[in-house]
């Protein structure tokens, strides 16, 4: 009231406060429509892939968002000369060209526009650098702009990167206030090694959240479509994504282009590190990651992604099989000016089996394929589904949409191939997916197609509206800041984890040779049957020379002598196991037969994990349900610890076996809230147990290994504690930590019935050769008082233990 009759008596006071609201509403609107400046610097601007792809993407970046408040400037970066440079520049600038919805003429327009902010400079030095950034900043301060960003695309060589990080960390930041994002193209090393060290050094210059790892594949559009699929179809897909309706997943990547031209890359690389350990490995993730809540939030779907890498159950040697095309060892030596002798074992096609380790996916081949000089160029995710239906009625009268007998699928089609377009396939009999109708539309039938073995009519098929190419997408979720369409240093590590110890396996292997194209037949047919893979045909004799001559691990056959007066068995490592998991078995088997029962002592350490994955992955008739499993020692850790030995054995047998969990019995070192502590007498109690259920307390097998130092069990040198006396568990120290340790004493392990000892590697040789000269001196050397007083006692070795 007081305000209206203040306002009557000075009518000029409206006048002038409806002035001061416009203004402060035009000042909010130009806040708005100017919401910064952004700075692109793509280093390598004149190489092969800025060429055919990053200006391409980076132009529309910039037709998508202009108008939107964003105003830019691209800088093209590299070691050319700037005369070169420009006129390079230039003329990729003139063939950048618009999506099909725009007119000609707005094209030339906004391809005008983008070429006067586009320039190219030569980057060597640091000082290089400065003068960037301060030509940056005296344009934002000549046109009045606020700095929203830079991005740092580095399309040059890995590396280059440390250098032109340190330019960029030293010399070239965005001020306060505006962020920085910087683009690094793979690979991402070559193995875990190498890719920490390289994560390492770019860590010191960046942080986690400013660098964007770019895996390609993940911007096509049949790729980014899995997760929104999946979330947009949850109800469908609910009961239906999970080993009790999934029979295999199928992820491939064909093309029948060679390697010719790029020798010397895929001689370092090969098939694997090019393609499966990152493209198909980051698809196989979206495909079983537990879904998010949120699938719009980066940080979720990074974490499950996380988990989904950490649920990969480890490969092995059987887990693949190798080809190469006949023309590539030629190339090479062409190439890379090799001597006529030199043959290449270099894999350019591989087929991987992979397996899931938790509920939703136990069981559930996952099948990873990608080769070169194939017969077709194609690339798809295939979810088939199980079958359990029987129709009555003949095969001409089922129909697509109602029959159960028909294959259940859905596929995500990367492109290429019979479609020849991305699109997303879902068999009629699951479910009529929704997907969003102004980026993805139904895909008219086209008569005599099949794919799959089935008519496309048979699919509700959908192709994206407007196709776009994979950088494109990628460069516009770097700009607002989407992290998930990127591979973060976390995911990579545990990638390269699970890679790596299948790639040193392969390293002298020699790859199955295969002509090439449609002359290939069914030589690269696999199979497989539990955990290991194989190529459907036997090997054909060898179009050319081998390798040579030199032996490899499977010319040895198990070597079988004497240790110490004790049966010896030596052979390579894989072998070696194979062979103590057969043994351990065949005792299983006898004693569940003459005793109903089994009782199995195992050691802890790096030792004993290939055996245990062996007899989780490849002894399925193992009397499991007879079995108790004991521990001959345990560090004073909790049992959820990783160095926990019970830890370890969980992780790696028992999740993966179905033994009843009263037949488990881990070392009882953490009670009332305290580790091995005398006064809560944990040795007494397992003693105790032990005599409750183990007849005689007589084990029917314990495994012990040999430490460098002589050590067994948990039975050290110059320690009394275990090495006799009545005591059947005893509580030790360590000279290592953990410093508690608890462990069966050395006259209990001396009763059981069979004794087995696992040495293996090259650190363990001396103590070999030392303990194959020593007496009874079980106070020196613990494992030199293990013989069974009525059992028996083997020795396994490998080579590399045995011979050095």
């Known amino acids: 009231m007081l305000a209206e009759l203040y306002f009557k008596r000075r009518p000029g006071c409206w006048k002038m406060l409806a002035v001061a609201v416009c203004m402060v509403l035009l000042a909010g609107l130009q806040a708005q429509d100017l919401q910064g400046h952004v700075s692109v610097i793509l280093l390598g601007a004149t190489g092969d892939l800025a060429k055919k792809y990053l200006w391409q993407g980076l132009f529309q970046l910039y037709l998508d968002e202009v108008g939107k408040g964003y105003s830019f400037s691209f800088h093209g970066a590299a070691l050319t000369s700037t005369k070169q440079g420009q006129e390079f520049v230039a003329k990729v600038l003139e063939s950048l060209s618009c999506p099909e919805d725009v007119a000609p003429e707005r094209c030339a327009e906004l391809r005008g526009r983008f070429q006067q902010r586009s320039q190219y400079r030569r980057l060597r030095t640091s000082e290089d650098y400065m003068a960037l950034s301060k030509d940056i900043e005296a344009q934002l301060q000549h046109e009045g702009l606020r700095e929203a960003g830079r991005i740092f695309y580095f399309s040059v060589p890995p590396f280059a990167y440390a250098d032109i990080a340190r330019s960029i960390n030293s010399s070239c930041r965005p001020g306060p206030g505006a962020w920085l994002r910087v683009v690094l193209e793979k690979p991402f090393g070559h193995d875990r090694l190498s890719a920490q060290q390289l994560a390492t050094e770019l860590r010191s210059f960046f942080q986690e959240e400013e660098m964007y790892r770019v895996d390609h594949y993940l911007g096509k559009q049949a790729?980014?479509?899995?997760?929104?699929?999946?979330?947009?179809?949850?109800?469908?897909?609910?009961?239906?994504?999970?080993?009790?309706?999934?029979?295999?997943?199928?992820?491939?990547?064909?093309?029948?282009?060679?390697?010719?031209?790029?020798?010397?890359?895929?001689?370092?690389?090969?098939?694997?590190?090019?393609?499966?350990?990152?493209?198909?490995?980051?698809?196989?993730?979206?495909?079983?990651?537990?879904?998010?809540?949120?699938?719009?939030?980066?940080?979720?779907?990074?974490?499950?992604k996380l988990q989904a890498f950490q649920a990969l159950r480890g490969l092995h040697k059987d887990s693949a099989v190798l080809g190469q095309y006949q023309a590539y060892s030629g190339q090479v030596r062409r190439e890379q000016q090799k001597p006529d002798s030199f043959h290449s074992l270099t894999p350019t096609f591989a087929g991987i089996l992979v397996h899931m380790d938790n509920l939703r996916w136990e069981g559930v081949p996952f099948i990873l394929m990608s080769g070169k000089a194939l017969d077709e160029r194609v690339g798809y995710v295939r979810i088939l589904f199980r079958n359990q239906a029987y129709c009555a009625q003949t095969e001409t009268r089922w129909v697509a949409d109602q029959s159960q007998c028909l294959p259940r699928q859905i596929v995500f089609y990367i492109g290429h191939g019979e479609l020849g377009s991305p699109a997303v396939l879902v068999s009629r009999n699951l479910f009529r997916?929704?997907?969003?109708?102004?980026?993805?539309?139904?895909?008219?039938?086209?008569?005599?197609?099949?794919?799959?073995?089935?008519?496309?009519?048979?699919?509700?098929?959908?192709?994206?509206?407007?196709?776009?190419?994979?950088?494109?997408?990628?460069?516009?979720?770097?700009?607002?800041?989407?992290?998930?369409?990127?591979?973060?240093?976390?995911?990579?590590?545990?990638?390269?984890?699970?890679?790596?110890?299948?790639?040193?396996?392969?390293?002298?292997?020699?790859?199955?040779?295969?002509?090439?194209?449609?002359?290939?037949?069914?030589?690269?047919?696999?199979?497989?049957?539990?955990?290991?893979?194989?190529?459907?045909?036997?090997?054909?004799?060898?179009?050319?020379?081998?390798?040579?001559?030199?032996?490899?691990?499977?010319?040895?056959?198990?070597?079988?002598?004497?240790?110490?007066?004790?049966?010896?068995?030596?052979?390579?490592?894989?072998?070696?196991?194979?062979?103590?998991?057969?043994?351990?078995?065949?005792?299983?088997?006898?004693?569940?037969?003459r005793f109903g029962e089994f009782?199995?002592?195992?050691?802890?350490?790096?030792?004993?994990?290939?055996?245990?994955?062996?007899?989780?992955?490849?002894?399925?008739?193992?009397?499991?349900?007879?079995?108790?499993?004991?521990?001959?020692?345990?560090?004073?850790?909790?049992?959820?610890?990783?160095?926990?030995?019970?830890?370890?054995?969980?992780?790696?047998?028992?999740?993966?076996?179905?033994?009843?969990y009263y037949n488990v019995h881990p070392m009882p070192v953490h009670l009332h809230q305290r580790l091995c502590a005398e006064e809560d007498q944990g040795a007494q109690m397992y003693a105790s147990e032990?005599?409750?259920?183990?007849?005689?307390?007589?084990?029917?097998?314990?495994?012990?290994?040999?430490?460098?130092?002589?050590?067994?069990?948990?039975?050290?040198?110059?320690?009394?504690?275990?090495?006799?006396?009545?005591?059947?568990?005893?509580?030790?120290?360590?000279?290592?930590?953990?410093?508690?340790?608890?462990?069966?004493?050395?006259?209990?392990?001396?009763?059981?019935?069979?004794?087995?000892?696992?040495?293996?590697?090259?650190?363990?040789?001396?103590?070999?050769?030392?303990?194959?000269r020593v007496g009874h001196e079980p106070k020196k050397w613990p494992i030199s008082g293990v013989l069974p007083s009525s059992g028996q006692l083997v020795w396994y070795m490998d080579y590399e233990a045995f011979l050095g």
């Open 690 to 772: 032990i005599s409750a259920l183990v007849t005689n307390s007589s084990f029917d097998l314990v495994l012990l290994g040999m430490g460098t130092d002589g050590h067994t069990a948990s039975l050290f040198p110059q320690s009394p504690a275990g090495l006799e006396g009545p005591q059947p568990v005893v509580l030790t120290r360590s000279p290592s930590k953990p410093h508690q340790r608890m462990s069966l004493s050395l006259p209990l392990i001396n009763r059981a019935r069979k004794v087995a000892i696992l040495v293996m590697g090259r650190m363990k040789r001396e103590i070999t050769l030392l303990v194959s």
């Open 433 to 593: 997916p929704f997907l969003p109708s102004g980026s993805w539309k139904e895909v008219e039938d086209r008569p005599g197609l099949r794919l799959f073995g089935r008519p496309l009519s048979d699919f509700y098929a959908y192709s994206p509206v407007r196709e776009q190419d994979a950088y494109s997408v990628l460069i516009s979720h770097i700009f607002h800041g989407r992290k998930d369409s990127f591979i973060t240093t976390e995911n990579l590590l545990a990638s390269w984890a699970f890679w790596t110890p299948l790639l040193d396996s392969l390293a002298h292997e020699a790859p199955r040779l295969y002509p090439g194209g449609a002359e290939n037949g069914h030589l690269l047919d696999f199979e497989f049957t539990g955990t290991q893979l194989r190529f459907s045909q036997q090997q054909p004799e060898q179009l050319v020379p081998g390798p040579g001559s030199a032996p490899s691990p499977s010319d040895f056959q198990v070597l079988q002598s004497k240790y110490r007066d004790s049966p010896l068995i030596s052979a390579w490592p894989e072998e070696l196991i194979a062979k103590l998991a057969d043994d351990i078995e065949a005792t299983a088997m006898r004693a569940v037969r």
């Open 599 to 660: 009782h199995l002592a195992l050691s802890g350490g790096s030792s004993p994990v290939p055996l245990f994955q062996q007899l989780a992955t490849r002894h399925y008739g193992f009397p499991w349900a007879h079995t108790h499993l004991w521990l001959v020692d345990e560090r004073c850790v909790p049992l959820r610890d990783p160095e926990s030995n019970f830890q370890g054995l969980q992780a790696h047998l028992l999740q993966h076996i179905r033994v009843p």
């Open 223 to 304: 790729v980014a479509q899995i997760l929104p699929f999946r979330d947009q179809n949850r109800k469908a897909l609910d009961g239906l994504w999970n080993r009790h309706h999934v029979e295999r997943v199928e992820i491939i990547m064909k093309e029948t282009v060679d390697a010719e031209g790029r020798t010397g890359f895929y001689e370092e690389y090969g098939v694997i590190r090019d393609v499966l350990q990152n493209h198909l490995t980051e698809i196989l993730t979206l495909v079983a990651m537990e879904l998010p809540y949120n699938v719009s939030s980066s940080e979720a779907v990074l974490r499950h």
